[in-house]
């Protein structure tokens, strides 16, 4: 009964936003709703079609879908600062406003999902070891994240005070950090895959 | 944290999807209890013990580290 009522409560939602959406001829909020829905609510949606039930919240779901949510809401927080910035100076010019929000609610989403279940599978499968590098190459990629931005201001800066092409700063933003971010991503990315699919997890 | 989760529930001839059934957690918490990969809550190992018929101490063994 209860499966049934939300089932008839998310369609008549999605119904009404659909029309909402397409009246106002916002394709782009659409999709990005659409696929938001589909992302946050994969599980549910599964659960009701295969076995007509809600899936059981226990603790470690709770758990797990509140650390998620804290690490979305900060990503979201500090997105929509950066995004204010952009957007005030004219960063994206010419772009729809519906289509810079509409990728940050997909990215915000797609976080939410990775955090879901780095908390959900990758953590518990991780050993020490494993567990200490992902924590290192995170750090590292935000780290050379923030240099490239750093980088770019220093070199400019410099180039503009003294005179001259300042090289270091310049190499430093567009190629040596970079480069690490690249490399520490996807040495994160092959951790949290082997967490995600090892075998501990099934029993 | 070790258990001995999976030897009582293969005593009373449970499988891992009935015991999350009447404790009412997920298949997939009961295999993280097993493998020691989660910490439960006191009311969780209280009710998983009750389910098994035992006592929580018997089941979830504390690592002194």
């Known amino acids: ?203 | 944290m070790k258990t001995r989760m999976k030897e009582y529930r293969a005593r009373l001839g449970l499988t891992q999807e009935q015991l999350a059934e009447i404790v009412g957690v997920r298949r997939e918490t009961i295999i993280f209890l097993e493998k020691g990969k989660y910490n439960p809550s006191l009311k969780l190992a209280s009710n998983i013990a009750r389910a098994l018929g035992a006592c929580i101490e018997d089941i979830f063994i504390l690592n002194d580290e």
């Open chain 1, 1 to 203: 009964m209860k499966c049934r009522i939300i089932l008839w409560m998310y369609s008549v939602i999605s119904v009404l936003a659909l029309l909402l959406l397409l009246s106002r001829e916002n394709i782009f909020v659409l999709l990005a709703l659409v696929l938001g829905v589909l992302l946050l609510g994969h599980r549910e949606i599964w659960s009701l079609i295969r076995y007509r039930r809600l899936p059981v919240i226990d603790e470690r779901v709770r758990d797990n879908l509140s650390n998620a949510m804290r690490l979305t809401g900060i990503l979201f927080f500090i997105t929509s600062i950066v995004l204010l910035l952009l957007l005030r100076f004219n960063v994206f010019k010419g772009v729809p406003v519906e289509l810079i929000v509409s990728g940050e609610f997909v990215m915000v989403g797609i976080v939410y999902l990775i955090g879901y279940y780095y908390y959900d599978r990758v953590r518990p499968n991780l050993g020490k070891r494993a567990a200490r590098w992902l924590k290192i190459c995170l750090i590292t990629a935000g780290l050379s994240l923030s240099t490239v931005a750093l980088g770019i201001v220093l070199h400019n800066l410099i180039s503009y005070w003294f005179d001259f092409e300042e090289a270091f700063f310049f190499i430093l933003a567009l190629l040596a950090a970079p480069a690490v971010f690249a490399v520490s991503m996807l040495v994160s990315l092959v951790i949290y895959i082997k967490g995600l699919f090892s075998p501990a997890g099934e029993g």
